[in-house]
């Protein structure tokens, strides 16, 4: 079993930057692939970035050359770093990690306004 809790959503305004994070428990932290996906109200939710055991990244289209995920395996912690946020970024964040399936945290706030 895999429990996650994010942190670091909030209010700001659209151009400024957040950073989330994600610590997941357990010791096989290193081997998950770990993932940010975000839901909006009334949209489905969509992946954001992934990051393999190994470092290798994926990006939604929509965020590529804004946001950044990586992780430090020493702490046991994932992170995005969203920078240039826009209104249309605005959702609920979830982080997820990977192990036979998705199991996820329960989700932070970001707010952007205009």
């Known amino acids: 079993q895999v429990q996650l809790v994010e942190s670091g959503g909030g209010l700001v305004q659209a151009g400024d930057s957040l950073r989330l994070s994600c610590a997941p428990s357990?010791?096989?932290?290193?081997?998950?692939?770990m993932g940010w996906f975000r839901q909006a109200p009334g949209k489905e939710r969509e992946l954001v970035a992934t990051?393999?055991?190994?470092?290798?990244?994926n990006y939604a289209d929509s965020v590529k050359g804004r946001f950044t995920i990586s992780r430090d395996n020493a702490k046991n912690t994932v992170y995005l770093q969203m920078n240039g946020l826009k209104p249309e970024d605005a959702a609920v964040y979830y982080c997820a990690a990977w192990s036979t399936r998705w199991y996820w945290g329960q989700g932070t706030q970001v707010t952007v306004s205009s």
């Open positions: 990051i393999t055991s190994g470092g290798s990244k």
């Open positions: 357990g010791r096989f932290f290193i081997r998950y692939a």
